[in-house]
């Protein structure tokens, strides 16, 4: 099939570029390179040995988006464009309402208008809030969101279930992401976060490379086994593999379906630390400072859902992370841009 990526050159989207093409498909890229870069898709290019069809255009504007699917008639889409740094959206909640909704809804009417009728959301397990059971299934209540990123990601996906319940012919996915890190092994494209890193893996990769000169360590005094915040930490490359299982699952569905994608493990802030310094043979500095407000004690998924209904389970382990994700950070410090 051929399928629009929309932030298809964002640190998720390059990396499900490559497996789609791995599983046979091709894919269309749609972005507007406001957190990403020309560079990624040159560089899935030369992983793939493809050249891929790039638009730069806002997924909001409607006409831009219509001369697409006017010209390339995607069979599918993945929709990952939005904005999604959780500190940013508290500070700017109407710049993320409106570019994260309005994306949406415009990319909707112009799937309508052309018929498309397969689509896979990129959502965040942010929409559980914090959690009451653990692990996560997708039984679990959502809807407590703590920042307006998550609320977008939750508005976002009661959007698209009401549009496949409008649309009998409209199969949609909603991927509900744990905590992704690790990069590509060829170490071409990876996560390149703007400015200092909000997220922990790319802290410790620019502490571990010398470009930063300690990890704080968010609060030890959650009820976790040592009391560093736990996630459910997956590996890029699985997500990316899990996004073309449920376009396998879409050509054989309608309405709408929501799936968790983590390992079902959870690692905490120490337990990171440790495994990265194991992995790579590198010090990572750090220091134990004040909870960052909104952070919750533990989240990780039950995956069950995906493996039995997409036949999808997470493969790469904590060793396979911090390798892939060092080897980025070395491959991308020295000014490649990408
Ligand atoms: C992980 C753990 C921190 C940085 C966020 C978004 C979520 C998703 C993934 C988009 C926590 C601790 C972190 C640091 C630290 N993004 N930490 N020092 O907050 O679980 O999830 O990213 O979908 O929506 O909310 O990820 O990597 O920021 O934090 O101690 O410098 O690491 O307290 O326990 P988080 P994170």
Redesign the pocket.
Known sequence: MKVLLTGGAGYIGSHIAVELYSAGHTAVIADNFVNSSPEAVARIEQITGRRIPLYEIDVCDKTALSELFEKERPDAVVHLAGL?A?GESVAKPLLYYRNNIDSTLSLLEVMAEYGCEKLIFSS???VYGAPKTLPITEEAEAGGCT?P??WT?YMIERIIEGAAAANPKLSAVLLR????VGAHSSGLIGERPNGI?????P?ICKVAGGELAQ?????ND?NTHDG????DYIHVVDLAKGHVAALGYCSDHTGTEIFNLGTGTGYS?LD?VKAFERANGVPVAYRITP??PG?IDA?YADPAKAEKLLGWKAELNLDDMCRDSWNWQKNSSDGKKA
Do not use: H
């Not at 992401?177 to 992704?180: A, D, K, Q, R, S």
């Not at 890193?197 to 893996?201: A, H, I, K, R, Y």
């Not at 990890?215 to 609060?219: E, K």
């Not at 560093?228 to 996630?231: E, I, L, N, P, S």
């Open positions: 999604k959780v965040s397990a942010t920042n990123y998550g990601k992401y744990f905590n992704p890193p909000n997220n922990l893996m802290y990890l704080s360590v968010f609060g959650y560093t915040g736990v996630r802030v990171m909870r960052r952070d989240c």
